[in-house]
């Protein structure tokens, strides 16, 4: 039996979406900007996609606009607000400390072209907290980004209070739900955002779409130029079939949101739980704080995370250190070293996400499984220790 437990880098496609997408690249073939009917059957298959993402967020569809994914969205909201405000004189740039490389990344790399870029840090419970934030905003500020819900801890903000605060600064707020869409309840009036990124392969969809939502009267520069596509924002002949997924997997995401979100609490309660229980050094990150349901982030004293991932793989049990995209660097996790863990603590840290294919019986057969090998990492490392002190 394989377990999947890493749904926060990436999530099975649902069949439904793949028998959308299948039906879409035979049938709707057509250039959506295309006046004939084939042209116009791609334009309503858009339509229809870009009302299911708005719906599941809240937002009237003539603000969402289509990219190739998650990481996309992130650099057309913070290139394009840093572009669109440059001429104001408004060059500093905010996001928190916790982000995912797409955001973080892209506001360092602005910083090295001259913005002044601040990071907020999070508490050690992993929370950006309003306060945090008020301390670094400027009247030169021009966007402020902090995601909504963290990758590797699973960790909500509180973006009401984070947005209300750059606001009043006149700030841009943009805010990365990527791991929040699909998850719990997303919705763009309550959010008070004016910038939210998405990628559908983080809810079953098409991996290499997503959208950015912009709200309407927000400045911001083109992600691409070129043609009149995504009025005028994003450039490119539509990626029609695979936007037919994202339109599907969003509709079903709305569907079964509700049950699925309390199932997921449940399951990820009783590893969580099982595993503080049965094996002994072990620790929960950013448990204090509001959390998706999916994620539990724990670490193993006296282990190294990259062994226990392995040795579980071997088991069949797929999980993950940090983020997809720094696993394999052996890079100490960015977010948890913000929240003020001990080194030793980050090294030993494991993040397991479930999803929709998660059962009772795969979560008892980790915990099963969880106590020997965690004792056999420790025996090893113990003898490690041991035989390095007689050299
Ligand atoms: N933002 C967050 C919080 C993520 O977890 C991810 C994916 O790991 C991304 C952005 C990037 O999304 P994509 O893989 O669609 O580019």
Same mark, same amino acid.
């Given at each position: 039996?394989?377990?999947?437990?890493?749904?926060?880098?990436?999530?099975?496609?649902?069949?439904?979406?793949?028998?959308?997408?299948?039906?879409?690249?035979?049938?709707?073939?057509?250039?959506?900007?295309?006046?004939?009917?084939?042209?116009?059957?791609?334009?309503?298959?858009?339509?229809?996609?870009?009302?299911?993402?708005?719906?599941?967020?809240?937002?009237?569809?003539?603000?969402?606009?289509?990219?190739?994914?998650?990481?996309?969205?992130? +650099?057309?909201?913070? *290139?394009?607000?840093?572009?669109?405000?440059?001429?104001?004189?408004? *060059?500093?740039?905010?996001?928190?400390?916790?982000?995912?490389?797409?955001?973080?990344?892209?506001?360092?790399?602005?910083?090295?072209?001259?913005?002044?870029?601040?990071?907020?840090?999070?508490?050690?419970?992993?929370?950006?907290?309003?306060?945090?934030?008020?301390?670094?905003?400027?009247?030169?500020?021009?966007?402020?980004?902090?995601?909504?819900? +963290? +990758?590797?801890?699973?960790?909500?903000?509180?973006?009401?209070?984070?947005?209300?605060?750059?606001?009043?600064?006149?700030?841009?707020?943009?805010?990365?739900?990527?791991?929040?869409?699909?998850?719990?309840?997303?919705?763009?009036?309550?959010?008070?955002?004016?910038?939210?990124?998405?990628?559908?392969?983080?809810?079953?969809?098409?991996?290499?779409?997503?959208?950015?939502?912009?709200?309407?009267?927000?400045?911001?520069?083109?992600?691409?130029?070129?043609?009149?596509?995504?009025?005028?924002?994003?450039?490119?002949?539509?990626?029609?079939?695979?936007?037919?997924?994202?339109?599907?997997?969003?509709?079903?995401?709305?569907?079964?949101?509700?049950?699925?979100?309390?199932?997921?609490?449940?399951?990820?309660?009783?590893?969580?739980?099982?595993?503080?229980?049965?094996?002994?050094?072990?620790?929960?990150?950013?448990?204090?704080?509001?959390?998706?349901?999916?994620?539990?982030?724990?670490?193993?004293?006296?282990?190294?995370?990259?062994?226990?991932?392995?040795?579980?793989?071997?088991?069949?049990?797929?999980?993950?250190?940090?983020?997809?995209?720094?696993?394999?660097?052996?890079?100490?996790?960015?977010?948890?070293?913000?929240?003020?863990?001990?080194?030793?603590?980050?090294?030993?840290?494991?993040?397991?996400?479930?999803?929709?294919?998660?059962?009772?019986?795969?979560?008892?057969?980790?915990?099963?499984?969880?106590?020997?090998?965690?004792?056999?990492?420790?025996?090893?490392?113990?003898?490690?220790?041991?035989?390095?002190?007689?050299?």
């Amino acid at each position: 039996m394989r377990i999947y437990l890493d749904h926060n880098a990436t999530t099975p496609v649902a069949p439904e979406v793949v028998s959308a997408v299948a039906e879409a690249l035979r049938a709707t073939f057509g250039n959506a900007s295309s006046v004939h009917v084939p042209g116009q059957q791609a334009r309503t298959a858009l339509d229809d996609a870009r009302a299911s993402v708005a719906a599941l967020i809240g937002a009237p569809p003539g603000e969402v606009v289509f990219t190739s994914g998650g990481t996309e969205a992130d +650099n057309f909201a913070v *290139r394009g607000v840093a572009e669109a405000y440059e001429v104001s004189g408004r *060059r500093h740039l905010v996001a928190s400390a916790i982000e995912h490389e797409a955001v973080l990344n892209t506001v360092k790399a602005l910083g090295r072209r001259g913005w002044a870029v601040s990071l907020v840090p999070p508490d050690g419970s992993g929370v950006v907290s309003p306060d945090a934030l008020a301390a670094v905003l400027r009247d030169d500020t021009a966007l402020v980004s902090v995601m909504h819900a +963290n +990758n590797e801890t699973g960790v909500v903000q509180p973006i009401a209070e984070l947005a209300a605060r750059a606001h009043r600064a006149g700030a841009i707020f943009h805010t990365d739900a990527v791991q929040s869409v699909g998850k719990i309840p997303v919705d763009v009036g309550v959010l008070g955002a004016d910038l939210l990124s998405l990628s559908g392969h983080k809810f079953h969809g098409p991996k290499g779409v997503g959208a950015l939502w912009i709200r309407k009267g927000t400045k911001l520069a083109p992600a691409m130029t070129g043609g009149r596509q995504e009025r005028g924002r994003r450039a490119g002949t539509e990626n029609v079939p695979a936007l037919v997924g994202l339109g599907v997997a969003a509709r079903l995401a709305r569907e079964t949101l509700t049950v699925e979100r309390a199932r997921l609490a449940a399951l990820r309660d009783r590893l969580e739980h099982g595993v503080l229980a049965a094996v002994p050094g072990t620790a929960v990150n950013g448990a204090v704080a509001a959390r998706v349901p999916n994620t539990t982030n724990l670490s193993f004293e006296g282990v190294e995370a990259e062994s226990l991932l392995i040795a579980l793989d071997l088991e069949g049990i797929a999980v993950s250190t940090g983020s997809a995209c720094s696993s394999g660097t052996l890079e100490p996790s960015h977010v948890l070293r913000a929240m003020g863990l001990t080194p030793h603590r980050v090294q030993s840290a494991l993040r397991f996400s479930l999803g929709a294919g998660t059962t009772d019986t795969e979560i008892a057969r980790v915990l099963e499984v969880m106590p020997s090998l965690v004792a056999r990492l420790r025996s090893l490392a113990g003898a490690g220790a041991r035989a390095g002190l007689r050299e």
